[in-house]
DNA sequence: GCTTGACCTTGACCCAGCGTCAGGGTTGCA
DNA sequence: TGCAACCCTGACGCTGGGTCAAGGTCAAGC
C-alpha cells in the first residue's frame, strides 16, 4: 500500500540510513508508522526524497537545504540561482585543477614559464651536470611559487647572462665545484671569481634582478629560501655561500646574492 | 633564515592547521624544530607541500596523496591519468547537476517520466482541477516506485484514452464528483456509465493495459494500491470503488479497475 | 509449526579534513 | 615592561553519512 523505508531508497536512489539521517536532521517528515512500527511513506515523500538529493547533490549543505525546502517561491529560486553559480565557479575550477594536474606531469612538474625551461635546456646544451640542471629546475619551481611575478624578468636575465663567456665558464666550474670537500681551497678561489664578476658586472652598468616583492627585512625571504636550497644541495656549495658573505662587504654581498640567488 | 609554519603556510595559501595536520598524517616530513621548539621550513617543504596541495586540491584523498608522493614515475603518471578522470566525470556530474536544479524548479520533470508529465500537463489543461491532477500524479509516483517497468506503457495508454470524447468527459464528471456526499445518487449513475464505457471499450477490442508483473491473487498489488489512494482521496471516489465492485460481473469487473486504477 | 533470509527498529561508534578552542610558551617592537 | 602576534600540544566539533550491534517482523518453504 504504501512505501517502506527500503522501498523510497531504492526508488530514489539513497541509502536507508540517508533517509533516516533526513529524518534525525528534521529534512524529511517522519511518516506514519504501521502496525509494527515501520515507516510508511507517501507520494509526497518521494518528492521530498529526491528534491532533498537534488538539492545536496549539487553541494548544498544539509543545513541551508532545511531552510530551503520550506522556503517561498521567490527565495527558492533565488537560492537555486545562486546554488547554479556556484555549481559553475566549481566547475571552472575542477577544470583548472585538470590543467594543474597534467602540468604537474608534463615534465618538469609544476608550470615553469617558456624562459625557464630554455634556460634548463641551454644548461644541457652547455654541459652541465643532470644534477645540477636539477636544483637549478628546483630553484625556479620555488621561485615560481613564491614570487611567479619575478619569474619571466629573472629568467630573461639569466638566459642574457648567459651569452656571456666567462659567466658560462663560471657556471661550469660552480658545476663542477658541487663535490669538492667543503675544506678545498679552490672554493675560496671560486668565490673571489664569483665576487670578481659581479662586480665587474655591477660597473659596466648591467642591474641586478629586480627586488622580490615580499623583501622584509633586508635580505629577502625568497633568497634566504633560494640561499638554504642550494646549501642543501651540496656541503661545497654552502661553503661557498659561507665564503662569500664571510670576504664581502654589504654592497657587495647583494651582487653576490644575485649570484646564488640565480645560480 | 628558515620558514616558520604561518610563513610557510601564507606562501603556499594553506591554513597552519593543515601543515599540522599533513606532518600528522605523515605527508609531509617533521622539519627540524629551532631553540624554543617553532618548526622551521626550508626550500624542500615548499614544494612538497605545493606538491600535495595540488593533488589534494584535485580530490585525491591525503590517504592516496602519502602513497603517491614516494611512488616512482611511472606509477605517479598511471595516477595522474586516472585522477585526471576522474575529475573530468566528476565535472560531467556537475553539469548534470545543473540541469537537474533547472528541472527542479521546472516541476514534475525531475519525478516522473515525460510520458506522465506529459500526461499531467494534458490533463490540466482538459480542466481537470488542480486538486485532482495532484492525486493523479501522487498515483504515478507510486506506481513508479513499486513497478517502474509499467509506468511507460499505462501512460502511454492513458494518453491514448485521452483522444476519447468520452473519457475525457468521464474523466472530468469523476473529478466533479470528488466533493459530493457519498450517499449522493449520482455517484450510483456516474459508476454505471463508467462501467458501460468500460464495456464498450473492451468490445471494440482495445486492449487494457498489461498486467503489472506482481500480479498475484487475480487483483493485483498496484491496482489495490491505486484503488486505495484514490478512495483515501475522497469519500465519494471511495464510495464510487464500492458500487463499482458491488454492481458488477467479475468479467466487467476487470475493465472497471482499469478505470479505477488508470483513473 | 519452525526455520531461513530479507526486512525493519534504535543506538552507538567511526571516517576525512580540517576548524576551533584551551592553556600554555616565545618573539619582536614600542 | 607590556602587548600583539606568533608558536606549541591536545582535545573536541562538524558534515554526511557507513557500519556494526542487538534486537523485532514478515513471507516463504519445509
Chains 1, 2 share one sequence.
Do not use: N
Request: glycine share 6%; hydrophobic share 45%; proline share 4%.
Amino acid at each position: 500500500m504504501l512505501l517502506t523505508i527500503g522501498q523510497l531508497a531504492r526508488h530514489c536512489g539513497v541509502s536507508v540510513r540517508a533517509i533516516r539521517h533526513y529524518h534525525q536532521r528534521g529534512l524529511l517528515a517522519e511518516p506514519a508508522r504501521d502496525a509494527s512500527g515501520y515507516r510508511r511513506y507517501g507520494a509526497q515523500a518521494v518528492m521530498d526524497l529526491i528534491r532533498i538529493r537534488t538539492l545536496a547533490e549539487a553541494g548544498v549543505p544539509l543545513a541551508q537545504v532545511a531552510r530551503l525546502i520550506d522556503a517561498d517561491q521567490q527565495g527558492f529560486a533565488a537560492a537555486i540561482t545562486e546554488i547554479d553559480d556556484a555549481l559553475h565557479r566549481q566547475i571552472s575550477d575542477l577544470q583548472r585543477r585538470r590543467r594543474q594536474l597534467t602540468d604537474l606531469m608534463a615534465g618538469d612538474r609544476l608550470v615553469l614559464p617558456a624562459e625557464v625551461a630554455d634556460l634548463l635546456a641551454e644548461l644541457r646544451e652547455l654541459g652541465v651536470s643532470d644534477w645540477s640542471v636539477g636544483v637549478e629546475r628546483d630553484g625556479w619551481i620555488l621561485l615560481a611559487a613564491l614570487s611567479p611575478d619575478v619569474v619571466q624578468a629573472w629568467a630573461a636575465e639569466k638566459l642574457a647572462a648567459l651569452r656571456d663567456t666567462e659567466f658560462r665558464r663560471l657556471y661550469l666550474a660552480c658545476d663542477e665545484a658541487r663535490s669538492l670537500d667543503p675544506a678545498d681551497p679552490r672554493l675560496a678561489e671560486l668565490a673571489a671569481w664569483m665576487a670578481r664578476w659581479a662586480a665587474d658586472r655591477r660597473s659596466a652598468g648591467v642591474g641586478g634582478p629586480q627586488p622580490v616583492p615580499d623583501d622584509t627585512a633586508g635580505v629577502s625571504l625568497v633568497e634566504t629560501l633560494m640561499t638554504a636550497q642550494f646549501a642543501e644541495a651540496s656541503p661545497a656549495w654552502r661553503r661557498l655561500g659561507e665564503l662569500s658573505r664571510a670576504g664581502l662587504t654589504p654592497a657587495a654581498r647583494v651582487g653576490l646574492s644575485d649570484i646564488q640567488t640565480q645560480r
